[in-house]
């Protein structure tokens, strides 16, 4: 049972990534993620391998066609101009946010 407070690094409008993760999880495994009053289902995209810097994080793939997890923080910088979305299609976040993941 996987119950705990994570953070984003990287979010975008079908998946995010996430740091702070902590249990046994496994590739393909599903999770609900929970912001703001909202719970979306996601999958186990990618691990961080122990013993490397990306130990902790977790890729996650949106259930859905589309996650609006994270609208609030997409719509905001969708119209600043400092906001440079990543070269994989993914948009970044300009501040951290808290969700919690849970497994089970």
Excluded: C, Y
């Excluded at 740091?19 to 999958?43: D, I, P, W, Y």
């Excluded at 691990?47 to 859905?64: E, F, I, N, R």
């Amino acid at each position: 049972m996987l119950n705990q407070e994570v953070t984003t690094v990287n979010i975008s409008t079908n998946g995010a990534l996430l740091k702070s993760v902590r249990g046994n999880l496994q590739r393909g495994a599903q999770v609900s993620l929970s912001r703001l009053g909202k719970t979306e289902a996601f999958h186990v995209a990618w691990l961080g391998k122990d013993k490397t810097h990306a130990a902790g994080q977790m890729g996650g793939s949106s259930v859905a066609p589309v996650t609006s997890l994270w609208n609030d923080l997409l719509k905001r910088h969708s119209d600043d101009t400092s906001f440079r979305p990543g070269t994989n299609g993914s948009e970044e976040s300009l501040e951290d946010s808290e969700v919690m993941a849970h497994a089970g």
